[in-house]
């Protein structure tokens, strides 16, 4: 399969974002993609830096104007592509939601972010209702795709998950970044972090894993951080973690990256770790903590 992998740098400018995506799919799609994967909340800036009740203007319905006008475009190129939206589900109810559009321009399946994180800049939980769609790949031209939202990356059960329900491939839309205040080393220790835990969900479940995520400075409206600088680095990793492609920090990019799909079941009879599970002693992971 050949996967398009969209970084691209956000402005105010929700239009220009659009505009800026479609060229960008285009061109992906022109170089033979098949699948195309956009980071989360692709259309605008990453506005989770403030808590603003006006901001919930910015949600939509599923189907609706995005999902209609990306699936004019995947109909056109003949591609399925990700889609990261803010869904309007009903009056006070919004979700961060992933979209997948057929390549006939329908929607295949939706997924709804299931962990929802509430740190300084990163102000989640005031706009979005955890998701309650389960962990569920969605069935597609191109196979089952296990796609999960940013923080999810962080939950090797909800790697797991999807993978025990017959995932071909994890897929994370993603927008994180630095705060400038953080020291060199920190910023190391984030980004080796956030590689080294998605790696880890590729080798533990013997699945090729796509790590989407925005690049770019965006301020804090509010004046209260020093905004976040988004970390790029977006990759492709092979089923025993190794990286077959990664992006810069700093840069927009649009990158093509073949995967061979057959390899996960190669992989997974050298280590079969689905076999040795001790499902019989595993009830206490629905526990919060052992005490």
Same mark, same amino acid.
């Given at each position: 399969?050949?996967?398009?992998?969209?970084?691209?740098?956000?402005?105010?400018?929700?239009?220009?974002?659009?505009?800026?995506?479609?060229d960008k799919i285009r061109k992906a799609a022109?170089?033979?993609?098949?699948?195309?994967?956009?980071?989360?909340?692709?259309n605008s800036l990453y506005f989770c830096q403030v808590e603003d009740t006006n901001i919930f203007d910015l949600a939509e319905t599923i189907p609706g104007p995005s999902t209609d006008d990306f699936g004019t475009l995947a109909k056109e190129l003949g591609v399925v592509i990700v889609l990261s939206l803010f869904e309007r589900r009903a009056p006070g109810l919004y979700h961060n939601t992933a979209v997948v559009i057929e390549k006939d321009g329908t929607? %295949?399946?939706?997924?709804?972010?299931?962990?929802? +994180?509430? &740190?300084? %800049?990163?102000?989640?939980?005031?706009?979005?209702? +955890?998701? &309650?769609?389960?962990?569920?790949?969605?069935?597609?031209?191109?196979?089952?795709?296990?796609?999960l939202v940013c923080w999810d990356q962080w939950y090797p059960e909800a790697a797991r998950l999807m993978a025990m329900a017959g995932a071909d491939i994890l897929i994370y839309p993603t927008a994180i970044g630095w705060e400038s205040t953080d020291t060199e080393d920190e910023k190391n220790r984030q980004l080796g972090a956030?590689?080294?835990?998605?790696?880890?969900h590729a080798v533990a479940n013997g699945l090729h894993v796509v790590s989407v995520n925005r690049t770019g400075y965006e301020p804090d409206p509010s004046g209260q951080t020093n905004g976040i600088t988004f970390w790029g680095n977006s990759f492709v990793a092979g089923p025993q973690g190794e990286i077959l492609w990664q992006a810069s920090n700093d840069k927009e990019e649009v990158q093509i990256v073949e995967v061979d799909m057959k390899r996960?079941?190669?992989?997974?009879?050298?280590?079969?770790?689905?076999?040795?599970?001790?499902?019989?002693?595993?009830?206490?992971?629905t526990k919060r903590f052992i005490d």
């Open positions: 399969m050949k996967i398009g992998i969209i970084q691209q740098a956000n402005t105010p400018d929700i239009q220009k974002n659009i505009a800026g995506l479609k022109n170089e033979g993609a098949q699948l195309i994967v956009l980071q989360e909340l692709h929607i %295949a399946g939706k997924y709804r972010k299931m962990h929802i +994180p509430d &740190d300084p %800049a990163y102000y989640e939980k005031f706009y979005f209702t +955890p998701g &309650d769609l389960g962990f569920k790949p969605i069935e597609t031209s191109l196979g089952k795709l296990g796609v956030w590689v080294i835990s998605q790696r880890g996960s079941e190669q992989v997974r009879r050298w280590w079969p770790f689905f076999r040795d599970r001790r499902i019989d002693a595993f009830g206490d992971i």
